[in-house]
C-alpha cells in the first residue's frame, strides 16, 4: 500500500487553518497564541526556550471524547506509556479511568509512580528479559502479553517458581497492512511482532496446558498513526475468527486486546474517525463475549502537546533559501528527521502570525542536514527572537528526545485551564556527565 503523499505535494495549512482545527490553541491580540486558558509566551518568558508545554484539559477531554465514542462496547482503554511517560500524564489518565499498555520495566515502573493500579496494566513488549517478566509478576499486573512461544515457555517457568499464575494473552500478528510509514507498521508478517496466525491455535493450546500462566485471549496491534478504519476491521475479523477456533477447540477466549494506532491530523486533517474505529470494535466483538481492551497512546495525547522554540538566526533570503535557525533540535523533537513527519508552527506574537508569508526552511542547530523541521514551508515572516510552537508534540516527541551534542533534556510545562506548573526541570549540563568517570589508569 502507498504511503502518504511526500510532504512537497500539499499544501501548507495557514495559520489560521492549523488553529481552527485545534479548539485548545487560539490567537488573541494582546496575548499571542494561548494554550487552553495560558499565554504561551508568558511560559516561555519564565522557564525560556526550548521547551515542551502540554494541555492537561486537552488530555482529559479527548480521553473523554474516545471513552463517549467507546461507549457501546465493553472496552477498556489502556494508554500506551511509550507515547508520553510523564508521570504527571500518567497520573491524568488513570484518574480518567485508563490502565496502562507498558513496554518496558521503566515504563511499568513510571505507571506505578503515576498512580496506576497494578491490574489495570498490561505489559506488551517484543523482547521482554526475565527480570521484567519476574517485575510484572510480582507487582501482579493485570496481563502479560506474549510476543512468541518462546517467551510464554519463560513466563510459565518464572511464575511457577514464583508460585504465581499470570494471566497471559497471545499477541498475534493478523498480516494486515496498515498502509502507514514503514518504520511503524507492526502487522505484516515480515515484521517482528507477534506470533505468526498459523501457529497461534498451537500456542495457546500450549499455554492452556503450561503451570503458572492463565490464557486469557488474543492482542494485537497493527501499527501506528493509522487514519483509516479498513485494515482495523480487517485485522478483528481475523482475530474474531480466530476466537471462534480456539473456542471450538475447547479453550477459554474472555478478553481481547485491540492495540492502539489510532492516528490524528497532523496538518488541518481531522486525524483518525474515532467513531468509525468504535463502531468496527462494537460490530466485531460485542456478540463475541469478549472484554475488549484498547491501547491508545498518540491520539489520546499527541495534539495536546507543543515545544517552544525560539529563532536564533535567520539567514538567507527568499531568492537564494532562507533558513531560520532555532534553539530545538532534532534530539529534542525527532519525528521531522526520522520520519519526514509534518508539524505545524505557528508564531506565538499575533504580530507575527499576522506578517506576510514567505517560503522557509526551519532547522536546528546540529551538525546534520536532517536536522530539518520544515522545508519550503510557507510561514509568516519571521525576524531572529521571534518565538514559535511547533505543534502536535504531545506524543513521541518528548519520550524519543536524546542528549546528542550534550543538549539537556527540555523542561516540561503542564498547563489546566489558565494554571500552569513546570512539571520537569531543564537539565543541567553536569547532570550529563555527573555519572561518568575518567579511569584511573590514564595516569595523572
Ligand atoms: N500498543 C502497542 C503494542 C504499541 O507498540 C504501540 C505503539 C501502541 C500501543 C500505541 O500506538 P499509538 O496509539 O500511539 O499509535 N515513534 C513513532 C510511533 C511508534 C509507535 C510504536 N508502538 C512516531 O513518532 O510516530
Not at 486486546?257 to 491530523?265: A, F, S
Amino acid at each position: 500500500m502507498a504511503h502518504p503523499a511526500p510532504v512537497s505535494d500539499l499544501p501548507d495549512p495557514s495559520v489560521a487553518e492549523l488553529l481552527a482545527a485545534r479548539p485548545h490553541l487560539t490567537m488573541h491580540a494582546q496575548d499571542g497564541l494561548v494554550l487552553e486558558g495560558v499565554p504561551l509566551k508568558r511560559i516561555a518568558d519564565v522557564v525560556g526556550t526550548p521547551a515542551w508545554v502540554y494541555g492537561a484539559g486537552t488530555m482529559r477531554a479527548r480521553l473523554a471524547q474516545l471513552q463517549a465514542a467507546l461507549a457501546g462496547t465493553n472496552a477498556h482503554l489502556h494508554y500506551a506509556v511509550k507515547a508520553n511517560d510523564h508521570i504527571a500524564v500518567l497520573n491524568l489518565m488513570a484518574r480518567g479511568g485508563a490502565g496502562a499498555d507498558v513496554t518496558s520495566e521503566g515504563e511499568l515502573r513510571r505507571a506505578r509512580a503515576g498512580g496506576v493500579a497494578a491490574q489495570d496494566i498490561v505489559f506488551s513488549g517484543v523482547g521482554k528479559t526475565a527480570r521484567e517478566i519476574r517485575l510484572a509478576i510480582g507487582e501482579a499486573i493485570g496481563q502479560i502479553n506474549v510476543e512468541s512461544a518462546a517467551e510464554l515457555e519463560v513466563i510459565s517457568a518464572i511464575a511457577s517458581s514464583m508460585g504465581r499464575t499470570m494471566k497471559v494473552a497471545l499477541r498475534i500478528n493478523p498480516d494486515v497492512d496498515a498502509g502507514t510509514h514503514a518504520k511503524i507498521t507492526t502487522g505484516k508478517a515480515d515484521n517482528k511482532f507477534g506470533i505468526a496466525y498459523e501457529d497461534a491455535q498451537a500456542v495457546y493450546a500450549r499455554a492452556a496446558e503450561l503451570p503458572g500462566v492463565e490464557p486469557v485471549g488474543l492482542a494485537l496491534h497493527i501499527g501506528s498513526q493509522i487514519l483509516s478504519i479498513a485494515p482495523y476491521r480487517a485485522a478483528y475479523a481475523r482475530t474474531a475468527d480466530l476466537v471462534r477456533s480456539l473456542r471450538a477447540a475447547g479453550h477459554t477466549v474472555s478478553r481481547v486486546d485491540c492495540g492502539g494506532g489510532l492516528g490524528i491530523g497532523y496538518r488541518d486533517d481531522p486525524g483518525a474517525p474515532v467513531e468509525a474505529f468504535a463502531g468496527a470494535v462494537r460490530a466485531t466483538f460485542n456478540n463475541l463475549g469478549v472484554q475488549v481492551m484498547v491501547e491508545p497512546g498518540r491520539w489520546l495525547v499527541g495534539p495536546a502537546g507543543v515545544l517552544l522554540a525560539e529563532v536564533a538566526i535567520a539567514k538567507g533570503t527568499a531568492e537564494t533559501r532562507r533558513f531560520l535557525v532555532i534553539d530545538a533540535a532534532m534530539n529534542d523533537l525527532v519525528r521531522p528527521a526520522m520520519y519526514d513527519a509534518y508539524h505545524g508552527i505557528v508564531p506565538l506574537s499575533a504580530a507575527d502570525a499576522a506578517a506576510p508569508t514567505e517560503l522557509v526552511d526551519i532547522v536546528g542547530p546540529i551538525c546534520e542536514s536532517s536536522d530539518t523541521f520544515a522545508r519550503d514551508r510557507t510561514l509568516p515572516r519571521l525576524a531572529q527572537g521571534a518565538r514559535v510552537a511547533i505543534l502536535d508534540a504531545g506524543a513521541y516527541g518528548a519520550v524519543m528526545s536524546s542528549t546528542y551534542n550534550t543538549r539537556p533534556l527540555l523542561p516540561i510545562v503542564m498547563v489546566d485551564g489558565d494554571q500552569w506548573a513546570v512539571v520537569r526541570d531543564r537539565q543541567l549540563h553536569e547532570e550529563l556527565w555527573a555519572g561518568e568517570r575518567i579511569p584511573g589508569f590514564f595516569g595523572t
